[in-house]
Protein backbone atom coordinates (compact mmCIF):
# COMPACT_ATOMS: atom_id res chain seq x y z
CA UNK A 1 0.00 0.00 0.00
CA UNK A 2 2.14 3.61 -1.21
CA UNK A 3 0.58 6.69 0.00
CA UNK A 4 -1.19 7.82 -3.38
CA UNK A 5 -3.08 5.14 -2.65
CA UNK A 6 -4.19 6.22 0.88
CA UNK A 7 -4.76 9.61 -1.00
CA UNK A 8 -6.64 8.07 -3.18
CA UNK A 9 -9.20 6.38 -0.96
CA UNK A 10 -10.51 10.17 0.54
CA UNK A 11 -13.95 9.81 0.65
CA UNK A 12 -13.70 13.91 -1.19
CA UNK A 13 -12.22 11.72 -3.97
CA UNK A 14 -13.90 8.69 -4.45
CA UNK A 15 -17.44 9.86 -4.32
CA UNK A 16 -17.89 11.93 -6.91
CA UNK A 17 -17.00 9.50 -9.59
CA UNK A 18 -19.55 6.69 -7.24
CA UNK A 19 -22.09 9.16 -6.34
CA UNK A 20 -24.96 7.34 -8.24
CA UNK A 21 -24.49 3.94 -6.05
CA UNK A 22 -23.66 5.47 -2.72
CA UNK A 23 -25.54 7.11 0.16
CA UNK A 24 -25.93 11.09 -0.54
CA UNK A 25 -23.21 12.92 1.53
CA UNK A 26 -22.35 16.50 2.01
CA UNK A 27 -18.57 17.43 2.50
CA UNK A 28 -17.55 20.76 4.54
CA UNK A 29 -13.41 21.60 4.55
CA UNK A 30 -12.21 21.18 8.34
CA UNK A 31 -10.55 24.79 9.85
CA UNK A 32 -7.16 24.50 11.42
CA UNK A 33 -8.66 25.77 14.93
CA UNK A 34 -11.41 22.98 14.77
CA UNK A 35 -8.35 20.24 13.93
CA UNK A 36 -6.58 22.07 16.80
CA UNK A 37 -9.64 21.24 19.43
CA UNK A 38 -10.04 18.14 18.32
CA UNK A 39 -6.47 16.95 18.57
CA UNK A 40 -6.55 18.77 21.96
CA UNK A 41 -5.70 16.80 25.09
CA UNK A 42 -6.99 18.53 28.03
CA UNK A 43 -10.41 18.36 29.73
CA UNK A 44 -12.97 16.73 27.28
CA UNK A 45 -15.45 19.57 26.35
CA UNK A 46 -18.38 19.60 24.05
CA UNK A 47 -18.68 22.56 21.84
CA UNK A 48 -20.40 23.36 18.89
CA UNK A 49 -23.98 23.00 20.72
CA UNK A 50 -26.88 25.77 20.39
CA UNK A 51 -26.15 28.91 22.64
CA UNK A 52 -28.68 28.29 25.00
CA UNK A 53 -27.55 24.23 25.50
CA UNK A 54 -23.90 25.20 26.08
CA UNK A 55 -21.95 22.96 28.19
CA UNK A 56 -19.21 23.63 30.40
CA UNK A 57 -17.40 21.40 32.84
CA UNK A 58 -15.68 21.75 36.00
CA UNK A 59 -11.85 21.22 36.18
CA UNK A 60 -10.44 20.88 39.91
CA UNK A 61 -6.80 21.57 39.66
CA UNK A 62 -4.99 22.21 42.89
CA UNK A 63 -8.19 21.50 45.37
CA UNK A 64 -9.24 24.99 43.40
CA UNK A 65 -12.44 24.85 40.93
CA UNK A 66 -12.23 26.32 37.61
CA UNK A 67 -14.78 27.02 35.28
CA UNK A 68 -14.03 25.25 31.80
CA UNK A 69 -15.54 27.30 28.63
CA UNK A 70 -15.97 25.48 25.61
CA UNK A 71 -14.98 27.09 22.72
CA UNK A 72 -17.10 27.90 19.71
CA UNK A 73 -17.23 27.99 15.91
CA UNK A 74 -20.13 29.92 15.03
CA UNK A 75 -19.33 30.16 11.39
CA UNK A 76 -18.62 26.45 10.99
CA UNK A 77 -21.16 25.43 13.26
CA UNK A 78 -23.89 26.99 11.40
CA UNK A 79 -22.34 25.85 8.01
CA UNK A 80 -22.43 22.19 9.58
CA UNK A 81 -26.05 22.61 10.72
CA UNK A 82 -27.55 23.36 7.59
CA UNK A 83 -25.92 20.73 6.04
CA UNK A 84 -27.46 18.47 8.68
CA UNK A 85 -31.17 19.98 7.47
CA UNK A 86 -30.57 19.59 3.86
CA UNK A 87 -30.01 15.70 4.71
CA UNK A 88 -33.10 15.13 6.71
CA UNK A 89 -32.29 16.34 10.33
CA UNK A 90 -29.82 13.33 11.13
CA UNK A 91 -26.11 12.34 9.67
CA UNK A 92 -23.62 9.65 10.20
CA UNK A 93 -19.97 11.87 10.14
CA UNK A 94 -16.66 11.21 9.51
CA UNK A 95 -13.37 12.48 8.09
CA UNK A 96 -11.56 11.97 4.93
CA UNK A 97 -10.65 8.01 5.87
CA UNK A 98 -12.35 6.93 9.21
CA UNK A 99 -15.81 7.07 10.86
CA UNK A 100 -15.75 7.37 14.78
CA UNK A 101 -17.48 4.31 15.06
CA UNK A 102 -14.71 3.19 18.30
CA UNK A 103 -16.72 6.25 20.15
CA UNK A 104 -20.17 4.96 19.80
CA UNK A 105 -19.98 3.85 24.06
CA UNK A 106 -20.17 7.87 24.77
CA UNK A 107 -22.88 9.02 22.89
CA UNK A 108 -26.27 8.92 25.01
CA UNK A 109 -28.64 6.46 22.68
CA UNK A 110 -25.17 4.58 21.88
CA UNK A 111 -25.19 5.53 18.21
CA UNK A 112 -23.16 7.52 15.95
CA UNK A 113 -25.99 9.60 15.18
CA UNK A 114 -25.57 13.27 15.21
CA UNK A 115 -28.22 16.01 14.68
CA UNK A 116 -25.37 18.61 15.99
CA UNK A 117 -21.93 19.68 15.65
CA UNK A 118 -21.56 18.86 19.37
CA UNK A 119 -22.79 15.58 19.03
CA UNK A 120 -19.89 15.50 16.34
CA UNK A 121 -17.18 16.46 18.32
CA UNK A 122 -18.34 14.27 20.99
CA UNK A 123 -17.70 11.71 18.88
CA UNK A 124 -14.59 12.83 17.43
CA UNK A 125 -12.65 13.65 20.56
CA UNK A 126 -13.38 10.30 22.27
CA UNK A 127 -12.42 8.31 18.80
CA UNK A 128 -8.89 6.98 18.36
CA UNK A 129 -9.58 5.95 14.27
CA UNK A 130 -10.37 9.69 14.31
CA UNK A 131 -6.63 10.44 15.75
CA UNK A 132 -5.54 8.42 13.36
CA UNK A 133 -6.88 10.32 10.22
CA UNK A 134 -5.33 13.73 12.09
CA UNK A 135 -2.19 12.32 12.58
CA UNK A 136 -0.76 8.91 11.29
CA UNK A 137 -2.96 8.85 8.17
CA UNK A 138 0.27 6.93 6.80
CA UNK A 139 0.96 4.52 8.58
CA UNK A 140 1.45 0.72 7.34
CA UNK A 141 2.45 2.50 3.98
CA UNK A 142 5.50 0.87 1.73
CA UNK A 143 7.01 3.85 0.90
CA UNK A 144 7.36 5.22 4.57
CA UNK A 145 10.40 7.16 3.22
CA UNK A 146 8.91 9.35 0.82
CA UNK A 147 7.28 12.80 1.87
CA UNK A 148 3.68 12.62 2.77
CA UNK A 149 1.46 14.10 0.61
CA UNK A 150 -0.37 17.32 1.63
CA UNK A 151 -4.02 16.46 3.11
CA UNK A 152 -7.22 18.71 2.97
CA UNK A 153 -8.87 17.55 6.06
CA UNK A 154 -12.71 17.52 5.38
CA UNK A 155 -15.72 17.18 7.60
CA UNK A 156 -18.26 13.98 5.86
CA UNK A 157 -21.51 14.69 6.87
CA UNK A 158 -23.85 11.13 5.31
CA UNK A 159 -27.68 11.12 5.23
CA UNK A 160 -28.22 8.69 7.98
CA UNK A 161 -29.38 5.34 7.07
CA UNK A 162 -30.18 2.32 8.78
CA UNK A 163 -28.24 -0.15 7.85
CA UNK A 164 -28.76 -3.61 8.50
CA UNK A 165 -25.43 -5.30 9.85
CA UNK A 166 -25.96 -8.88 8.57
CA UNK A 167 -26.22 -7.34 5.07
CA UNK A 168 -23.15 -5.52 5.33
CA UNK A 169 -19.95 -6.98 3.50
CA UNK A 170 -16.59 -5.86 2.68
CA UNK A 171 -15.03 -6.46 -0.88
CA UNK A 172 -11.20 -6.76 -1.58
CA UNK A 173 -10.45 -5.94 -5.10
CA UNK A 174 -7.04 -6.34 -6.64
CA UNK A 175 -5.46 -5.69 -9.72
CA UNK A 176 -8.92 -4.79 -10.73
CA UNK A 177 -10.47 -8.19 -9.92
CA UNK A 178 -12.42 -8.74 -7.09
CA UNK A 179 -11.13 -11.70 -5.06
CA UNK A 180 -12.68 -11.92 -1.68
CA UNK A 181 -15.69 -11.14 0.18
CA UNK A 182 -16.06 -10.93 3.45
CA UNK A 183 -19.10 -10.67 6.15
CA UNK A 184 -18.40 -7.04 7.66
CA UNK A 185 -19.94 -8.13 11.21
CA UNK A 186 -18.11 -10.98 11.31
CA UNK A 187 -18.43 -11.35 15.38
CA UNK A 188 -22.31 -12.83 14.94
CA UNK A 189 -23.92 -14.85 13.13
CA UNK A 190 -26.84 -14.35 10.86
CA UNK A 191 -28.83 -17.35 9.46
CA UNK A 192 -29.65 -15.60 5.88
CA UNK A 193 -26.13 -15.31 4.84
CA UNK A 194 -25.97 -19.19 4.50
CA UNK A 195 -28.97 -19.44 2.36
CA UNK A 196 -28.47 -16.81 0.28
CA UNK A 197 -24.75 -17.30 -0.06
CA UNK A 198 -24.98 -17.69 -3.99
CA UNK A 199 -27.41 -14.96 -4.27
CA UNK A 200 -25.19 -12.73 -2.19
CA UNK A 201 -21.55 -13.60 -4.22
CA UNK A 202 -23.84 -12.89 -7.63
CA UNK A 203 -25.41 -9.22 -6.94
CA UNK A 204 -21.98 -7.99 -5.43
CA UNK A 205 -20.21 -9.55 -9.16
CA UNK A 206 -23.05 -8.03 -10.74
CA UNK A 207 -22.37 -4.95 -8.79
CA UNK A 208 -18.55 -4.26 -8.98
CA UNK A 209 -18.35 -5.41 -12.88
CA UNK A 210 -21.38 -2.77 -14.11
CA UNK A 211 -20.27 0.17 -10.78
CA UNK A 212 -16.57 -0.73 -9.54
CA UNK A 213 -14.14 -2.26 -11.90
CA UNK A 214 -11.79 0.07 -13.73
CA UNK A 215 -13.51 3.13 -12.62
CA UNK A 216 -11.30 3.82 -9.34
CA UNK A 217 -7.75 5.11 -9.39
CA UNK A 218 -6.25 2.28 -8.63
CA UNK A 219 -6.54 -1.20 -9.30
CA UNK A 220 -6.98 -2.73 -5.72
CA UNK A 221 -8.72 -1.26 -2.94
CA UNK A 222 -11.39 -2.45 -0.30
CA UNK A 223 -15.17 -1.40 -0.11
CA UNK A 224 -17.80 -2.15 2.01
CA UNK A 225 -21.25 -2.52 -0.05
CA UNK A 226 -24.92 -2.45 1.74
CA UNK A 227 -27.62 -4.24 -0.55
CA UNK A 228 -26.35 -3.10 -2.94
CA UNK A 229 -24.75 -0.22 -2.28
CA UNK A 230 -21.29 1.02 -2.10
CA UNK A 231 -20.79 2.21 1.57
CA UNK A 232 -16.97 2.79 1.42
CA UNK A 233 -13.61 2.45 0.30
CA UNK A 234 -10.44 1.86 2.09
CA UNK A 235 -6.45 1.27 1.07
CA UNK A 236 -5.99 -2.08 0.30
CA UNK A 237 -3.76 -2.46 3.16
CA UNK A 238 -2.80 -3.16 6.90
CA UNK A 239 -4.20 -0.30 7.80
CA UNK A 240 -7.60 -1.64 6.37
CA UNK A 241 -9.29 -4.69 8.50
CA UNK A 242 -9.00 -7.38 6.66
CA UNK A 243 -11.91 -9.45 8.77
CA UNK A 244 -12.10 -12.78 8.08
CA UNK A 245 -9.09 -12.93 5.38
CA UNK A 246 -5.49 -12.03 6.10
CA UNK A 247 -3.32 -9.47 4.67
CA UNK A 248 -0.89 -12.56 4.09
CA UNK A 249 -3.87 -14.39 2.07
CA UNK A 250 -4.70 -11.25 0.21
CA UNK A 251 -1.08 -10.52 -0.88
CA UNK A 252 0.93 -13.18 -1.55
CA UNK A 253 -0.63 -13.98 -5.22
CA UNK A 254 -2.13 -18.16 -3.80
CA UNK A 255 -5.54 -18.78 -4.80
CA UNK A 256 -7.59 -17.97 -1.64
CA UNK A 257 -9.68 -20.77 -0.02
CA UNK A 258 -13.78 -20.51 0.69
CA UNK A 259 -12.42 -21.45 4.39
CA UNK A 260 -9.60 -20.65 6.89
CA UNK A 261 -9.28 -23.99 7.70
CA UNK A 262 -5.84 -24.98 7.75
CA UNK A 263 -5.34 -27.63 4.74
CA UNK A 264 -8.38 -26.45 2.87
CA UNK A 265 -7.05 -26.00 -0.79
CA UNK A 266 -10.17 -26.33 -2.29
CA UNK A 267 -10.61 -23.56 -5.25
CA UNK A 268 -13.16 -22.12 -7.23
CA UNK A 269 -13.92 -19.69 -9.93
CA UNK A 270 -14.82 -15.70 -8.70
CA UNK A 271 -14.33 -14.30 -5.59
CA UNK A 272 -14.18 -16.21 -2.24
CA UNK A 273 -16.71 -15.67 0.37
CA UNK A 274 -16.59 -16.00 3.83
CA UNK A 275 -18.57 -15.71 6.61
CA UNK A 276 -19.11 -16.50 10.11
CA UNK A 277 -20.96 -20.09 10.09
CA UNK A 278 -22.27 -20.68 13.07
CA UNK A 279 -23.04 -19.26 16.67
CA UNK A 280 -20.92 -21.03 18.27
CA UNK A 281 -18.12 -19.12 16.39
CA UNK A 282 -19.75 -15.33 17.53
CA UNK A 283 -17.50 -12.96 18.88
CA UNK A 284 -17.38 -9.92 21.39
CA UNK A 285 -16.97 -6.96 19.11
CA UNK A 286 -13.49 -5.43 18.52
CA UNK A 287 -14.83 -1.71 19.32
CA UNK A 288 -14.98 -3.32 23.19
CA UNK A 289 -11.10 -2.55 23.53
CA UNK A 290 -12.01 1.04 22.87
CA UNK A 291 -14.60 1.09 25.70
CA UNK A 292 -13.55 -0.13 28.65
CA UNK A 293 -9.70 -1.41 30.20
CA UNK A 294 -8.00 -4.20 27.94
CA UNK A 295 -7.50 -6.53 30.89
CA UNK A 296 -11.30 -6.65 31.12
CA UNK A 297 -11.61 -7.27 27.58
CA UNK A 298 -9.05 -10.09 27.54
CA UNK A 299 -10.68 -11.50 30.20
CA UNK A 300 -14.36 -11.55 28.78
CA UNK A 301 -13.01 -13.33 25.82
CA UNK A 302 -10.37 -15.57 27.98
CA UNK A 303 -7.40 -13.91 25.30
CA UNK A 304 -4.95 -13.91 28.53
CA UNK A 305 -4.93 -17.27 30.66
CA UNK A 306 -2.88 -15.61 32.89
CA UNK A 307 -5.16 -12.62 33.51
CA UNK A 308 -8.18 -15.11 34.37
CA UNK A 309 -6.15 -17.11 36.61
CA UNK A 310 -4.77 -14.08 38.81
CA UNK A 311 -8.26 -13.13 38.80
CA UNK A 312 -9.80 -16.36 40.30
CA UNK A 313 -7.10 -16.63 42.80
CA UNK A 314 -8.27 -12.54 43.94
CA UNK A 315 -11.80 -14.01 44.04
CA UNK A 316 -11.08 -16.96 45.87
CA UNK A 317 -9.30 -14.59 48.16
CA UNK A 318 -11.73 -12.15 48.69
CA UNK A 319 -13.84 -15.13 49.60
CA UNK A 320 -11.90 -16.96 52.13
CA UNK A 321 -11.28 -13.08 53.97
CA UNK A 322 -14.92 -12.81 53.96
CA UNK A 323 -15.29 -16.04 55.61
CA UNK A 324 -13.03 -15.42 58.32
CA UNK A 325 -14.57 -12.30 58.79
CA UNK A 326 -17.79 -13.93 59.30
CA UNK A 327 -16.68 -16.61 61.60
CA UNK A 328 -14.99 -13.61 63.70
CA UNK A 329 -18.28 -12.23 64.23
CA UNK A 330 -19.99 -15.06 65.21
CA UNK A 331 -17.50 -15.88 67.58
CA UNK A 332 -17.60 -12.18 69.08
Known amino acids: MKKEQVVNCQFSVWYPIFKKHTIKSLILPLPQNV ?19 QQNQTNNSDSEEEDVQAPE ?4 NSKVLEAINTLGGCVFPKLNWSAPRDANWIALNSSLQCQSLSDIFLLFKSSDFITHDLTQPFLHSSDEDSPNPAINYELVLRK ?19 IGISQRDYTQYYHH ?15 FSQHVQYQFLDEDCEWDSGKVWLIDLNPFGEVTDSLLFTWEELTSGNSLSANQEEGDTAQQEGPVFRYTTSDVTVQPSPCLSYRIPRDFVDLSTGEDAYKLIDFLKLKKRQ ?8 EEEVRQ
Do not use: M
Open 319 to 326: QEDSEEEV
Open 193 to 207: ISKQEAQICHSIQEF
Open 73 to 76: FPEF
Open 160 to 178: WSELLPGGEFRCFIKENKL
Open 35 to 53: IDYLLDDGTLVVSGGDNNN
